[in-house]
């Protein structure tokens, strides 16, 4: 199920945490990248800690994400009407 909403929705190159590498932020990893499997090698222990917390984070921001995308609809629709109050709305 959460396959299918990262195809449908586009989320494959979202960003999965950034850390700084040689002045550029660049992407931990992808959703992609995640979803396949990847590997990753930091320069120390305590680097791998840091960015593996950041990762934790993303996937908790992604699966609220999904969430949200598996009770989507698609669109919504209303008829206006010219008896319709505006600050019924509100």
Not at 44 to 58: H, Y
Request: proline share 3%; with cysteine.
């Amino acid at each position: 199920m959460e396959s299918d909403l990262v195809r449908r929705y586009g989320f494959g190159g979202m960003p999965l945490g950034t850390w700084m590498y040689q002045g550029s932020e660049v992407p931990i990893a992808t959703v992609h990248g995640a979803v396949t499997g990847l590997t990753i090698r930091w320069p120390s222990v305590v680097e791998m800690l840091s960015r593996e917390r950041d990762l934790k984070k993303a996937c908790i921001v992604l699966k609220k994400l999904l969430e949200v995308a598996n009770n989507f609809g698609g669109e919504d629709r209303f008829e206006i009407t010219s008896d319709l109050d505006v600050d019924e709305l509100a």
